[in-house]
């Protein structure tokens, strides 16, 4: 085989310009696609609601108390600022807190009004308010509709579609329940002020003096889950302003700027209460206890001072002796130091106990009210304390396995370890002092008894009531210091800037952005599209895609035929389709000078499979071989599926089957046909064996005779790739020309023949591209010269007068068609 015929390796490349064109090919399908993603972002940037976000700047500081000193010991400031910052920060995220914000705000509840494309969010934009009675269930996602008649008076109606169960909430003790009510319309009047109870809602509409009603405009409430809600509000931003900032910014995003101001506004207050209360707690507690120790201690001194006032009286003594008054007075200040021991240790006693059988530390009892000043045991009180209200308040928004309350019982249990140390050795000394009060008091009690009866008797009633009265006052005082401290205690949250509405704010919808992303997508969804289309494609729809899969030689490329008939050449004979089939015929005739052909020369035409145009080629072929007045002779040796007979309108009953079988002869199957120098002999009857027939020696016959006869012999033949007769028939001829179909033939259909091609099996094959269509749509022209394809069709005025323009079919001719074929 000549060295132009070898085979290469074809190797598969992704073809990037042919990608290129196939996009620009499809430009109606991305037009298509991005206007639908910019309508789809228009209606999008239109209809969706404006998002707002609102901001507010708080401080946590440590605002020491001014009269907090280490005598009262009613505060504590255990952590520094750093750590109520955090704890700030995770309390203005915490469930607990967000609820108290819902709460006070009545948040649970949407005020709505109608909107250009849907319900908008109306707070504060109705000329009512609802003062809710959260004592009584209210119904859940309803809307309830109102509407002002006057300033005064108003309609409340809602709509039941249909009879079924509605869900209602209790927002004082957050149960839900169910009511069923029958299919209608509730309407009724009412006027404002009014308390209003229905089934389904409880409450009283108040006018709103910043808004006018307008008679005739429907507004809406509906009530809301309240869990739900507060969920809502969970996802409030609160950031340092700074890393390690005291400083907070908090960030809340939602469709209703005034909402979001009253709600930020509304949390720093709440936190800014709650933190107060924490700060008073000691303080909150010790008054209450020394409340109630006071009226106990009251009650004593007044029966003391009875007694006393009875006994002077029953026996004329008002004044001790001088002897007398020095010994009370000195056993008097022994009794109140003998009382402040005692009173210490029965808390260290009290607290101790408490620290050991009891888990939750928040009614510690304060140490000052024992008159306690000891450092260690004020702070580590304190230290506890504030831990337990912590994890307390933590209860409500983390699941108790959280890691934060290990945590904070590890710092707990710590703290007690210490402070159980701390009493202990605090009892031990109490108890050394108190023995030694005990000592003087006993020596004292003893000069005593050396007085007279009525003086001992005197005396001790005296002590008495000097101890009372000491305790008394010494309660008094720490009622009034508790009450001072508490009044002057201020919260640690300073607001910096409170939120506000000053026009802005808008961060939603991104208009840009959608416009952007519908760009994006508009294009991307048509891109992947015609790569999809054209990596799965496995059909030929180039000539490149020839070029790769195979390396046996292109001779030509056929265009689409845009007429009905298979007789292009004869009905068309100046079209640029005949130019086309004369090109073939000039390749082919250089085929057989190069192998040095002379007389009679043989084309057998093939394909992969049916319907790639075998046929239609072999006819015009064949025809432009008789019109160069060359005699041709076309063979139907398809004995499986003749054809070639209706188009030359000749009968099909006497053909090659006959002859091959011996039925007749050879001028009887050669019939005639209308154009000159073309002779046809069609396949004749289907046989049972077509195979045998076709390797039988009398076909050899046939082929001789014919040369002898005839200056070009054309041979249509069955598909290649479904039977083999064709590669039995490839030994009687001196050119092959095998049919691919663009946008038909599979790629690996080549396998078989690049095979055959390879191992020498098949020779003098050549590709005729058929049916090829340009980017343009039309039809391709004429190739030439052996190995080219490249043909001219109509390539605007440069092929003015040279070929025949053809119509193409117009609708109406399509449909005839179709209705024809069936």
């Not at 073939?584 to 790639?612: C, D, N, P």
Request: hydrophobic share 35%; with cysteine; proline share 4%.
């Amino acid at each position: 085989m000549s060295e132009e015929f070898e085979i290469n390796e074809t190797h598969t490349t992704f073809d990037f310009k042919g990608f290129l064109f196939k996009l620009l090919h499809h430009w109606p399908l991305f037009l298509v696609s991005l206007a639908i993603a910019f309508s789809i972002a228009y209606y999008i940037n239109v209809r969706k609601l404006p998002i707002y976000q609102m901001e507010n700047m708080v401080s946590i500081k440590d605002d020491q108390n001014p009269f907090f000193t280490t005598n009262t010991s009613l505060t504590f400031n255990w952590g520094g600022t750093t750590d109520k910052v955090n704890t700030a920060v995770i309390t203005l995220q915490s469930r607990s807190h967000n609820e108290k914000v819902v709460e006070r705000l009545q948040y649970y509840m949407d005020y709505l009004k109608e909107g250009k494309y849907q319900q908008e969010n109306a707070y504060k934009q109705t000329p009512f308010f609802v003062e809710v009675d959260t004592t009584k269930p209210q119904m859940l996602n309803q809307p309830i509709k109102v509407v002002f008649k006057d300033s005064v008076n108003f309609n409340l109606s809602v709509s039941f579609e249909e009879a079924r169960n509605i869900r209602l909430q209790n927002y004082s003790t957050k149960e839900t329940s169910s009511k069923f009510v029958d299919a209608g319309e509730f309407s009724q009047d009412f006027k404002i002020g009014e308390h209003i109870k229905l089934p389904f809602f409880n409450g009283t509409f108040m006018p709103n003096p910043d808004v006018v009603s307008r008679p005739g405009t429907p507004y809406y409430i509906v009530f809301r889950n309240y869990d739900g809600i507060v969920k809502r509000y969970l996802g409030i931003r609160v950031d340092p302003e700074s890393k390690g900032s005291s400083v907070l910014k908090m960030r809340l995003t939602g469709n209703n700027k005034a909402q979001l101001v009253d709600y930020l506004n509304t949390s720093v207050e709440v936190l800014s209460e709650d933190m107060l209360e924490r700060k008073n707690l000691f303080a909150t507690k010790t008054i209450k206890f020394i409340d109630s120790s006071l009226a106990q201690k009251s009650e004593e001194l007044s029966n003391v001072q009875d007694e006393l006032n009875q006994f002077k009286n029953k026996n004329a003594i008002f004044d001790l002796a001088s002897e007398g008054s020095e010994i009370n007075a000195k056993l008097n200040e022994l009794d109140l130091r003998k009382e402040s021991v005692n009173r210490e240790l029965n808390y260290f006693n009290t607290l101790q106990d408490y620290l050991i059988n009891r888990s939750d530390y928040r009614d510690v009892p304060a140490p000052s009210v024992a008159g306690i000043s000891e450092a260690s045991v004020v702070s580590g009180v304190g230290k506890i304390v504030a831990l337990a209200e912590e994890r307390n308040k933590f209860q409500y928004s983390y699941k108790e396995d959280a890691p934060i309350f290990n945590d904070i019982d590890r710092q707990i249990n710590a703290v007690k370890t210490v402070l159980l140390e701390n009493i202990r050795s605090s009892k031990s000394l109490k108890n050394q002092e108190l023995a030694s009060i005990n000592r003087d008091i006993g020596r004292y009690e003893g000069e005593i008894r050396k007085l007279p009866k009525e003086q001992q008797d005197l005396l001790n009633i005296e002590r008495r009531y000097n101890l009372s009265q000491g305790t008394y006052n010494l309660f008094l005082a720490k009622r009034s210091e508790a009450g001072l401290v508490k009044a002057a205690n201020v919260s640690d949250v300073m607001v910096i800037d409170s939120a506000k509405d000053t026009g802005g704010g808008q961060i939603g919808p991104n208009t840009q952005l959608n416009y952007m992303m519908a760009g994006l997508l508009g294009f991307f969804f048509p891109l992947i599209f015609v790569f999809l289309r054209v990596f799965f494609d496995t059909k030929i729809s180039n000539v490149k895609d020839l070029n790769r899969i195979t390396s046996i030689p292109l001779l030509g490329i056929i265009g689409k035929s845009p007429i009905e008939s298979n007789l292009v050449v004869l009905t068309k004979p100046k079209s640029a389709m005949a130019e086309a089939f004369r090109a073939l015929r000039s390749s082919l005739q250089f085929i057989y000078k190069k192998q040095g052909i002379k007389g009679a020369k043989t084309v057998l035409v093939t394909s992969s499979v049916s319907g790639e145009g075998k046929t239609f080629c072999s006819i015009n072929l064949a025809s432009v071989f008789a019109l160069s007045e060359k005699k041709t002779v076309l063979v139907g040796l398809d004995l499986r599926k003749p054809k070639i007979f209706g188009d030359f309108n000749i009968n099909n009953d006497m053909g090659v089957v006959n002859y091959l079988i011996d039925e007749t002869d050879i001028d009887t199957v050669i019939q005639k046909t209308e154009i000159a120098n073309l002779d046809v002999i069609p396949s004749g009857p289907i046989p049972p064996n077509p195979s045998e027939l076709l390797i039988s020696e009398k076909l050899d016959e046939l082929i001789d005779a014919l040369k002898e006869r005839y200056d070009y012999i054309i041979l249509d033949s069955p598909p290649l790739g479904l039977v083999s007769d064709s590669l039995e028939l490839m030994k009687h001829v001196d050119a092959t020309l095998y049919m691919a179909r663009f946008n038909y033939t599979h790629k690996n259909m080549f396998t078989f023949v690049n095979e055959k091609y390879k191992t020498g099996e098949v020779k003098h094959i050549s590709i005729v591209l058929n049916g090829y269509v340009e980017k343009s749509g039309r039809g391709y022209g004429y190739g030439y010269g052996y190995g080219y394809g490249y043909g001219y069709g109509s390539y605007g005025s440069y092929g003015n007068g040279y070929h025949e323009k053809i119509k193409p079919p117009t609708l109406l001719d399509r449909v005839k068609k179709i209705f024809r074929r069936k």
